[in-house]
């Protein structure tokens, strides 16, 4: 059974006039220590003394498309409850590379470790922020994209059936200064079967009507050379996804050597109906590689 869902007060903006667009752009949204001689070893009380007391890891969460950081309302209280330090980012949704640039100038601020996390979209941005980042111990991807190098968010949803993003996708066109670009929405009226079918469905209302938008060209951009191939990694699927489906989140798990969970007949916003079981994840990654 999913935990008891809860909206946040500004809710979670997820994924109008309506367009004919591709089934493609159904989402247009895981050391050993030196050995020691034994004569300088800490006895073992002093070993766990010393890990009860260590410092936690800060834990960065990054939203994905159609969403805002208020998503990760409910994770942030547990992860705060349970003592660890926590930024909720703001991804800015335009691009792929800017995105994943003001997430990499977030990690450059944050003393001490960090365990990266990210949702749909935003595992695409962690994949790549993350690099060169010797303080992020753990990347941790909840029902997200974990892109290998040259892929798109476009081009790994279609790997598998299953994803009805395609058909709810409705496009706005927008200006600024000097551009502009098209945004992608999801239709309010289709939003709970696509992103929420566990959630109540006043609350699936209230998600649609303050979703947030992203540039579909972030969806299009391809990545560069994943984080993942060399920090430990973690995944959480969920099991009945309509946006990403969960034969893909499986195979990227498998790709990327992530410890990986999957969570049956969650949706999307998996992160809002089982809070408990996101954060039991980024506590497993935190404490494997703390």
């Known amino acids: 059974m999913p935990e008891t869902p809860s909206v946040p007060p500004h809710g979670n903006r997820w994924f109008h006039r309506r367009v004919a667009i591709p089934a493609a752009l159904a989402f247009a949204v895981l050391t050993v220590p030196a050995v020691s001689p034994a004569s300088s ?4 009380s002093a070993v766990s003394a010393q890990a009860r007391h260590a410092p936690k890891p800060t834990v960065v969460l990054v939203h994905g498309a159609f969403a805002d950081s208020s998503g ?10 349970d003592g660890y330090p926590v930024i909720a980012a703001a991804n800015p949704l335009r691009g792929l590379d800017s995105d994943a640039a003001y997430v990499s100038s977030l990690l450059d601020s944050v003393p001490g470790p960090v365990v990266l996390v990210g949702h749909s979209y935003g595992g695409e941005v962690i994949t790549n922020a ?19 190098q040259g892929e798109s968010g476009l081009a790994l949803v279609g790997l598998n059936p299953g994803s009805r993003l395609g058909e709810a996708l409705v496009v706005r066109p927008y200006a600024v200064a000097g551009g502009g670009g098209a945004d992608g929405y999801v239709a ?3 939003f709970r079967a696509v992103m929420a079918a566990d959630l109540r469905g006043s609350d699936a209302e209230l998600l ?10 972030a969806l299009q951009a391809p ?12 995944y ?8 990403i489906p969960a034969a893909t989140e499986k195979f990227m798990a498998r790709r990327a050597g992530a410890h990986t969970v999957v969570v049956d007949g969650a949706s999307h916003l998996v992160m809002l109906s089982h809070p408990g079981r996101v954060e039991n994840l980024i ?5 494997a590689t703390g």
């Open 72 to 81: 990760w309302s409910g994770v942030v209280a547990r992860l705060r409850h």
């Open 208 to 217: 649609a009507a303050q979703q947030r938008p992203v540039d579909l060209a």
């Open 188 to 190: 309010p009226a289709k």
């Open 236 to 243: 959480l699927v969920a099991g009945a996804d309509r946006a």
């Open 41 to 44: 070893a800490p006895a073992p």
């Open 223 to 234: 990545s560069g050379v994943p984080a993942w191939k060399t920090i430990p990694s973690w």
């Open 283 to 287: 506590v497993e990654a935190a404490e």
């Open 130 to 148: 993350a690099v060169g980042h010797a303080n992020v111990k753990a990347l941790v991807y909840i029902a997200a994209f974990a892109p290998d």
